[in-house]
């Protein structure tokens, strides 16, 4: 992996450095160094405020494998499972998007799961799939990829980053702050 450092800032706040590095296919991809406090030994962080601590740790293995088969940093996977569902693999948003990482029908059919979108681990691996593909899709940008997570790839580029969608608007600084906010909490 041809590697940099790159740190991303949302606002005022530093988010902390990755590594990050190119595949050989072109893929983004996120490292961290051995012994990094984030993965402590229960898990990826420490569970925020109000967290049922099992829930917070069950899907780590499933959450661990599948970014690292896509390249995906396992902190922001986990980032946009706590702020999409809570940890709740029943979960159904008003849109229906559905369980853990919230996925409507249509993306998760995209991401080649055509099965019961409330399989907590194919949901994962669903979701994680996508959370590559807009990696790849935006450069690794963190802000668009996850305004593109929430709104959509097409409200993304239309208005050229994070769309004036009251919920988009409040979903791009919660997952960066969870993101940021796991890495701290160690």
Not at 64 to 69: A, D, H, I, K, P
Not at 117 to 129: D, F, K, L, V
Not at 132 to 156: D, P, S
Request: hydrophobic share 40%; with cysteine.
């Amino acid at each position: 992996m041809r590697g940099l450092v790159l740190s991303l800032c949302a606002g005022p706040a530093l988010l902390g450095q990755v590594h990050v590095g190119v595949d050989p296919d072109g893929r983004v991809v996120y490292a961290r160094a051995a012994g990094d406090p984030v993965f402590n030994a229960h898990g990826i962080g420490r569970p925020p405020k109000g967290a049922d601590p099992h829930l917070w740790y069950a899907y780590d293995p499933y959450i661990r494998q599948f970014c690292l088969e896509e390249g995906v940093d396992p902190v922001l996977a986990k980032a946009i499972i706590w702020n999409e569902s809570r940890f709740r693999w029943r979960a159904k948003s008003h849109a229906g998007a559905k369980g853990l990482m919230q996925l409507m029908p249509a993306t998760a059919k995209r991401m080649g799961h055509e099965g019961d979108t409330y399989s907590p681990i194919e949901n994962i691996r669903a979701g994680i799939r996508y959370l590559a593909m807009l990696q790849t899709r935006y450069r690794g940008n963190l802000i668009k990829v996850a305004a593109a997570y929430n709104a959509g790839e097409g409200a993304v580029d239309r208005h050229g980053g994070v769309p004036p969608f009251k919920e988009t608007q409040g979903y791009v600084p919660k997952v960066l702050w969870t993101w940021d906010w796991i890495q701290r909490a160690h």
